[in-house]
Nanobody, 117 residues
Framework: QVYLVESGGGLVQPGGSLRLSCAAS????????MGWYRQVPGKERELVAV????????YADSVKGRFTISRDNNAKNTVYLQMNSLKPEDTAVYYC??????????WGQGTQVTVSS
């Protein structure tokens, strides 16, 4: 069963923008935190940004001021990542993440973001 559905990745030139979206299945109950992580080959998956149900956000230092995470807390939980001023080092597979109030964690299938001229 697919619990988190991501969209919005692709190829963009340096300085460009992309918006990622992630919609959670209604079968996930009591979602607290949603967020985005990214991973490049040979490296560990790293936090990009997270947002709690109450709207508190946390960003990796490398993306502060360029990326913005937001969330729609209506019946279908959806989290967005607006990525501006993209750099080649932002190239990675981006994964959506959701954590419930019971600390159960879900991951999306990943979406490729490539920043290249």
């Amino acid at each position: 069963q697919v619990y988190l559905v991501e969209s919005g990745g692709g190829l963009v030139q340096p300085g460009g923008s992309l918006r990622l979206s992630c919609a959670a299945s209604r079968s996930i109950f009591s979602i607290n935190t949603m967020g985005w992580y990214r991973q490049v080959p040979g490296k560990e998956r790293e936090l990009v940004a997270v947002i709690t149900r109450g709207g508190t956000t946390n960003y990796a230092d490398s993306v502060k001021g360029r990326f913005t995470i937001s969330r729609d807390n209506n019946a279908k939980n959806t989290v967005y990542l607006q990525m501006n001023s993209l750099k080649p080092e932002d190239t990675a597979v981006y994964y959506c993440n959701a954590e419930t109030t019971l600390r159960k964690i879900y991951w999306g299938q990943g979406t490729q973001v490539t920043v290249s001229s």
